[in-house]
Nanobody
Framework: QVQLVESGGGSVQAGGSLRLSCTTS????????MGWFRQTPGKEREGVAA???????RYVDSVKGRFTISKDNAKNSLYLQMNSLKPEDTAIYYC??????????????????????WGQGTQVTVSS
């Protein structure tokens, strides 16, 4: 059973920073493509950032230069460092993982339907 456990959400004022964490098993961490998604009420889940097993990263345009996805091999942890937060970043953020080797091709990484495993989500609220 693959488990993804997120933490680090919270409330912050615009311009502030938060770091989200996602922990999982060693096997998943080392062999699965992993990403961060976010969702607001009434909207589809949006791919925010992703990282491959080779460390290659992808970002949605709206967060480039502000968010950084990274991995800590020693802790089996995935991170999303979010700086210069804006009210429109307010959402529930989810960690996702999948072993599919085609994830990095094109925009596959942004499609929530191709990720098999999901965390429970963590709320991020940015006030103006």
């Amino acid at each position: 059973q693959v488990q993804l456990v997120e933490s680090g959400g919270g409330s912050v004022q615009a311009g502030g920073s938060l770091r989200l964490s996602c922990t999982t098993s060693r096997y998943v961490f080392m062999n699965y493509y992993m990403g961060w998604f976010r969702q607001t009420p009434g909207k589809e889940r949006e791919g925010v950032a992703a990282i491959g097993t080779d460390g290659s990263t992808r970002y949605v345009d709206s967060v480039k230069g502000r968010f950084t996805i990274s991995k800590d091999n020693a802790k089996n942890s995935l991170y999303l460092q979010m700086n210069s937060l804006k009210p429109e970043d307010t959402a529930i953020y989810y960690c996702a993982a999948d072993p599919w080797t085609g994830m990095s091709a094109g925009d596959n990484w942004r499609k929530d339907s191709v990720y098999r495993y999901w965390g429970q989500g963590t709320q991020v609220t940015v006030s103006s």
